[in-house]
């Protein structure tokens, strides 16, 4: 079983839709959950990260935590066609600074 | 700021043959990361360092893979001999100090794309 599990997609939504996307974990030692937004061939950009359990919200963009059901996600709202890009969950254990990546969910924002 | 630096961007090599990736980390950022990223599937660590010192190693396959930080700010990573299953993205990323009750923020540079045939 893998660490971190997202589901794939392809997720394909209209402009202006709710977009949510979400990973789920196994290691409960992961304290801090991140989201990376990933354009093709460049590199994960940081989007948002949340310590607790919880909503975190920047913007068009919400991410919410349940440590209890280990399980992330991360809302859109407004959708826009410069929002199409792979997402990855991220985590960081205690004692540890790398991260545990999901293995993406690619997301296409129609116009 | 200048992000992170890497070359090539991409690189086709035969199988067997040995190929070498180079990272320029942001000004002043201690931490600096090589990550794998297969095709479809999410990046991967395979060392970190910090400064000029390993702080973890455990996934990288030592007997191809070998990685070195001279003077605590440029990084190479090097695969010999490579093997098809290599083909990926290798990306280098690089991180400052975090302020209390934060992660590190991560830093990722371009990737450099590697076909191995």
């Known amino acids: 079983q893998k660490e971190v599990e997202q589901d794939p997609g392809p997720l394909s939504v209209p402009e202006g839709a709710i977009v949510s996307l979400n990973c789920t974990y196994s290691?409960?030692?992961?304290?801090?959950f991140m989201w990376y937004r990933q354009y093709s061939r460049k590199g994960p950009e940081l989007l948002m990260y949340?310590?607790?359990?919880g909503n975190k919200e920047d913007g068009r963009f919400t991410a919410q935590v349940d440590k209890s059901s280990k399980y992330i996600s991360l809302f859109i709202r407004d959708s826009q066609p410069s929002d199409s890009a792979t997402y990855l969950c991220?985590?960081?254990?205690?004692?540890?600074?790398?991260?545990?990546f999901g293995s993406g969910t690619r997301l296409q924002v129609q116009p | 700021e200048a992000g992170v630096a890497q070359s090539p961007r991409y690189k086709i090599i035969e199988k067997r043959q040995s190929v070498a990736f180079w990272c320029n980390p942001i000004?002043?950022?201690?931490?600096l990361y090589w990550y794998q990223q297969i095709l479809g599937q999410g990046p991967k660590l395979l060392i970190q360092?910090?400064?000029?010192?390993?702080?973890?190693d455990s996934q990288l396959p030592k007997d191809r893979f070998s990685a070195e930080r001279l003077k605590g700010v440029d990084s190479t990573l090097k695969i010999q001999p490579a093997k098809l299953e290599d083909s990926a993205v290798y990306l280098c990323?690089?991180?400052?100090?975090?302020?209390?009750?934060?992660?590190?923020?991560?830093?990722f540079g371009p990737g450099t794309r590697l076909t191995v045939l």
């Open positions: 990323a690089s991180s400052g100090m975090a302020s209390s009750g934060s992660p590190d923020t991560q830093y």
């Open positions: 290691n409960s030692a992961f304290q801090y």
């Open positions: 949340t310590y607790s359990s």
């Open positions: 991220a985590m960081v254990d205690t004692g540890r600074r790398a991260l545990t």
């Open positions: 000004s002043g950022h201690a931490t």
């Open positions: 360092f910090q400064n000029n010192g390993v702080v973890d």
